[in-house]
């Protein structure tokens, strides 16, 4: 299956768990979604690893061992200033600010000698990035009084682009559900964290009794099960810009799950932005088409979930 289709299946797999998320944090804050959400997903991965060709010998790290930990490590630190820089900067600046992943992951594959990106290719992405920034309605920021929040978002958009090429090392040598498993449940730690900042434990045990609420949390574990798996094959298969880049169609997607389930519609410069988004992929899937390139291997880090306006169900 070429990389093209996983980021498109990854690009529609996070846009529904995006949505779902909006439904789930109506009943459980952030932390104690994370955590049961979690639950939901490791159990699901480690089934799936285990019933499949190989059990529980494809979960064999041998020399991995240290890159698995780092790896968990920069996720539990993705999430803790994603989630911490809502206190301190706005989810609309967030949002925006957590893209800027696609400037450094292009950053340090170059710097590193890792990726290589030509004129053409490098002159869409300010297109499809101003796209994306019409969609989201992010046109009108106001940075005064936000620096602390924003640094941290910025600071998470660095370790998610790092944590990439941590995983794409890792992905040379295990398969796609066992690495997202690992990133799974290792780094599930950093929503135990919040849990214990957000001091909410009785609205917990109250959404416990709500059949609805536990159904939600549970459904979105099992979206990013399956939404991961595909995330790193994609990146097994493309280089780590280039997923990033299809990434940007996320909000695109996700709009479109909006007006088709609560009719929310957009505006004309939303329209716009869309269209600049759809038409620099476009663009990038005939170049691509024209010198298809080797597999590079690769991954990406843990939930990069935000508060309201989500782009990703792990990594």
Not at 264 to 271: E, G, I, Y
């Amino acid at each position: 299956m070429h990389g093209i289709a996983f980021a498109l299946l990854t690009v529609l797999t996070t846009a529904a768990w995006t949505l779902l998320l909006r439904h789930v944090l109506e009943s459980w804050s952030v932390g104690w979604a994370g955590v049961l959400s979690r639950i939901a997903t490791v159990a699901s991965l480690g089934a799936w690893v285990l019933a499949r060709g190989g059990g529980w010998r494809r979960l064999r790290c041998g020399r991995l061992w240290g890159w698995v930990l780092l790896m968990s490590a920069v996720s539990i630190a993705i999430n803790l200033l994603l989630f911490g820089s809502l206190k301190y900067t706005t989810a609309t600046h967030q949002a925006l600010l957590f893209r800027t992943d696609l400037l450094f992951a292009l950053l340090i594959g170059a710097a590193l000698g890792l990726e290589r990106i030509r004129a053409g290719e490098f002159l869409l992405l300010p297109v499809m990035l101003a796209g994306m920034v019409l969609v989201t309605g992010n046109s009108n920021l106001q940075f005064q009084g936000h620096w602390i929040g924003d640094i941290m978002a910025i600071g998470a958009a660095v370790f998610f682009a790092a944590n990439a090429f941590i995983i794409q090392h890792i992905l040379r040598r295990m398969d796609a559900e066992a690495t997202a498993l690992y990133n799974h449940a290792l780094s599930t730690w950093g929503f135990v964290v919040l849990i214990f900042i957000e001091g909410n434990t009785g609205e917990a045990l109250q959404a416990l009794r709500r059949l609805h609420a536990v159904i939600g949390v549970a459904a979105l574990g099992l979206v990013a099960a399956v939404s991961l798996p595909f995330y790193y094959a994609a990146l097994h298969r493309m280089a780590v810009w280039k997923v990033r880049a299809w990434m940007l169609a996320t909000p695109v997607a996700t709009a479109a799950g909006e007006w088709l389930l609560w009719g929310t519609r957009l505006s004309l410069v939303q329209w716009l932005g869309a269209a600049m988004v759809l038409g620099g992929l476009g663009v990038l899937i005939a170049l691509e088409s024209r010198t298809p390139t080797a597999p590079t291997g690769g991954g990406n880090s843990m939930t990069e979930a935000e508060q309201t306006q989500s782009t990703s169900p792990g990594g």
